[in-house]
């Protein structure tokens, strides 16, 4: 089993429904994490959490909502998703000083119609 | 505010040839430094990482990358590829200080493109 399993893998969905993508990893790892990747834009960061009672906006917090429902379980929604949140969504997961890195799942892409 | 900066949103080279992928960041405080590769349709992987010691650091598909603090570099290369080198690749930095809650700050990614 991959150590951060995203579902789905792909979803497409009407303008205004509420979507939610779901995050859950083995490592053992207080830190989540939720990115968006656009091309040309690289990776950026969405909300993220340090450990079930903090969580925090990131850079584009705008239109989303997080939950983490557990240390291994962190969820992204959409209240009311619109196109231009059409993109790439990865979640990942790190120790305390990111001294190993981040894990990442294998991505979400949503599809905004 | 600390940054990270790709020079390159593509860069295309043939097959064998070296490649060097350039990575600058800007901090007052000491970092980690860190390479990610993102193959076609799959999510990022752990490519190699400074953290500290020897600033010429080894990783994984015969990658390596050299940290030098005076120029605030951190460039990637690989001395001769193979088209499964085929990916983009992103350097992030890790500020140590505190109140910096140690997160990584992302470049926007190059993408290696391997010509035949």
């Known amino acids: 089993d991959a150590d951060v399993t995203q579902t789905p893998r792909n979803r497409i969905t009407k303008t205004g429904k509420r979507i939610m993508l779901e995050c859950s990893q083995t490592?053992?790892?207080?830190?989540m994490y939720w990115y968006r990747q656009d091309p040309g834009l690289g990776l950026r960061l969405i909300y993220y959490?340090?450990?079930?009672?903090?969580?925090n906006k990131g850079e584009i917090s705008d239109g989303y909502s997080v939950s983490r429902q557990a240390q291994a379980k962190f969820s992204l929604s959409l209240e009311s998703a619109i196109p231009n949140q059409t993109a790439l969504y990865f979640c990942?997961?790190?120790?305390?000083?990111?001294?190993?890195?981040?894990?990442f799942g294998s991505g979400t892409r949503l599809t905004v119609v | 505010a600390q940054s990270v900066t790709q020079l390159d949103s593509q860069v295309p080279v043939f097959e064998e040839a070296p490649v060097e992928l350039r990575c600058n960041y800007s901090s007052s405080v000491s970092v980690y430094l860190f390479w990610y590769v993102q193959y076609p349709n799959q999510g990022l992987q752990l490519l190699l990482k400074y953290l500290s010691g020897s600033t010429l650091v080894k990783g994984i598909n015969g990658f390596e990358a050299e940290f030098n603090k005076s120029q605030t570099s951190f460039h990637l290369r690989k001395p001769s590829v193979h088209i499964s080198d085929t990916a983009e690749y992103f350097c992030a930095v890790t500020q140590l200080a505190r109140g910096s809650n140690y997160q990584l700050i992302w470049g926007a990614g190059t993408k290696l493109i391997i010509k035949p």
């Open positions: 959490s340090f450990d079930v009672k903090d969580i």
């Open positions: 990942a997961t790190s120790d305390a000083l990111d001294v190993y890195g981040y894990t």
């Open positions: 490592k053992g790892h207080d830190r």
